[in-house]
């Protein structure tokens, strides 16, 4: 479940964002992690932490704490070496580098 369909708030400063697919997750400032930012890195350094429910998030090497800005998450592309960054509530941009108005 996600953060929005479980009740479960975020915690640690957490907002529960909506990602393009349409499913919700806990957007964590950093140094928190996991389905609710329940955990303290380096807990969740390369490993899966279940953060949604179509397929959990693994934060691995490829995404490092700030190579997503201002609470993106950091998520890497299936079969590939590439990333992508889903944007806090408020942000846009490869990076969420930019603030909408």
Same mark, same amino acid.
């Given at each position: 479940?996600?953060?929005?369909?479980?009740?479960?708030?975020?915690?640690?400063?957490?907002?529960? @964002?909506?990602?393009?697919?349409?499913?919700?997750? /806990? +957007?964590?400032?950093?140094?928190?992690?996991g389905?609710? $930012? %329940?955990?303290?890195?380096?807990?969740?350094?390369?490993?899966?932490?279940?953060?949604?429910? @179509?397929?959990?998030?693994?934060?691995?090497?490829? /995404? +490092?704490?700030?190579?997503?800005?201002?609470?993106?998450? $950091? %998520?890497?592309?299936?079969?590939?070496?590439?990333?992508?960054?889903y944007?806090?509530?408020?942000?846009?941009?490869?990076?969420?580098?930019?603030?909408?108005?």
């Amino acid at each position: 479940l996600s953060c929005l369909d479980s009740g479960e708030e975020c915690i640690n400063g957490g907002e529960c @964002i909506q990602r393009p697919l349409g499913d919700h997750v /806990c +957007s964590c400032p950093y140094p928190y992690c996991g389905l609710r $930012c %329940q955990y303290q890195r380096p807990a969740c350094d390369g490993t899966s932490v279940g953060v949604t429910s @179509i397929a959990a998030t693994t934060l691995s090497p490829a /995404c +490092s704490s700030s190579l997503c800005n201002n609470r993106g998450i $950091c %998520q890497q592309i299936a079969y590939g070496t590439g990333i992508q960054c889903y944007c806090a509530r408020g942000w846009s941009g490869s990076r969420c580098q930019y603030g909408k108005l």
